[in-house]
């Protein structure tokens, strides 16, 4: 199964290194040119996962078409470009392994609603979890969800992407598996705020759990499994990210509760903070579905420049309830 990898950021250039296991050949699109030649030229990507020895089997281009010839595709540019990547790529029924986190701004629709709509006959299965890409990309003990309703596509997909430190779970629900890797981008906006604002280590637990309820909420609410949301590329991927500065949407969040405001802290970025794309449309989806979210809601404050201590004092001051 020849891989092919679309996006050149920090997490397709790791999967690429997964796929290239073995010398694998492996076919990764890139959009900016220097990360092209940087991969073609020196095995590396410079620009966005700086440090790590590619394998060689790795190639890049700036053609998306040049992906014609591959059996599969992992989709892993940010979620709100991928409905123009794969506008422009000759799907036809090539299967598509979706791995970015996020709900897509207007439609409200989740990364593989979005991949069906352009591209209907490919089959879709979606790869997520706790993974930063230098960990991942640096061979260290990872486990991922596979979701894809064909058990048999799964299968064959797992057995070419799992390897001895990059271990796959498998289950059949697609939707659970998108909404835990969408929505946790956004809370961990949260746990970051609570730490660059100082509100200590009870703050941040208690938000892990109410915000793993929001996630819940939304996630059976929108037809996912309760067993997806407790997994890897639910709680799990809660976790990992709303724990640690090596998370950019943590980071953002840690900008927002030192008073930075959100477009400074947005701007001239060159890596993605998807969690702060996702925010607006996941309030809106939440109010579609008559879900209550205030964890993400107060995170949309923050980004749209509310008071850090308003939106706290806000968000403490709610009538008790139960758990
Ligand atoms: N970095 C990580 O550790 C992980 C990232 N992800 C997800 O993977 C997805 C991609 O993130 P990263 O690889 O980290 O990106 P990155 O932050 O390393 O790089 C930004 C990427 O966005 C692309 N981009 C910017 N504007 C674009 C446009 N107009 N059209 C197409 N692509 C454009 C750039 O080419 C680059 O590949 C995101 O959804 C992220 O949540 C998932 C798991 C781990
Ligand atoms: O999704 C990730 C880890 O699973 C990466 O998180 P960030 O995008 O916040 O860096």
């Not at 799907?91 to 989740?110: F, S």
Request: glycine share 14%; hydrophobic share 50%.
């Amino acid at each position: 199964m020849k891989i092919g990898v679309i996006g050149g950021g920090a997490w397709g250039t790791a999967l690429a290194q997964v796929a290239a296991r073995g010398g694998a050949p492996v076919l990764l699109w890139a959009r900016e040119p220097d990360v092209v030649a940087s991969i073609n030229g020196a095995n590396q990507n410079a620009a966005f996962l700086p440090g790590v020895a590619l394998s060689p089997s790795i190639r890049a281009t700036g053609s998306l078409g040049a992906l014609s010839g591959c059996d599969a595709l992992l989709v892993v540019a940010p979620a709100q470009h991928v409905r123009a990547v794969l506008a422009e790529t000759a799907v036809g029924a090539t299967p598509l392994v979706l791995c970015a986190k996020g709900i897509e701004a207007g439609t409200k629709l989740l990364v593989g609603e979005v991949a069906h709509q352009v591209a209907p006959r490919a089959p879709i299965a979606v790869l997520s979890g706790p993974t930063f890409a230098h960990e991942v990309a640096a061979g260290k003990p990872t486990a991922v969800t596979l979701a894809c309703e064909d058990e048999d596509l799964r299968t064959r997909l797992a057995e070419r992407l799992a390897g001895p430190a990059f271990r796959l779970y498998a289950s059949g629900d697609v939707t659970g598996a998108e909404i835990g890797g969408a929505v946790k981008n956004v809370l961990a906006i949260a746990c970051g705020v609570v730490e660059g604002a100082g509100l200590g280590l009870n703050a941040r637990a208690a938000l892990i759990a109410r915000g793993f309820a929001e996630m819940t909420r939304f996630g059976l609410a929108r037809g996912g499994q309760a067993e997806t949301l407790t997994g890897l590329s639910g709680l799990g991927d809660l976790v990992l990210t709303c724990s640690s500065t090596n998370s950019r949407n943590f980071s953002l969040g840690v900008g927002l509760g030192q008073g930075r405001p959100a477009a400074e802290l947005l701007g001239d970025r060159r890596t993605v903070a998807e969690g702060a794309f996702t925010a607006p449309v996941l309030r809106e989806a939440a109010a579609d579905a008559g879900v209550d979210m205030p964890v993400t809601a107060a995170v949309c404050a923050l980004l749209e420049g509310a008071d850090v201590r308003d939106v706290v004092e806000a968000l403490l001051s709610r009538p008790m309830k139960a758990e």
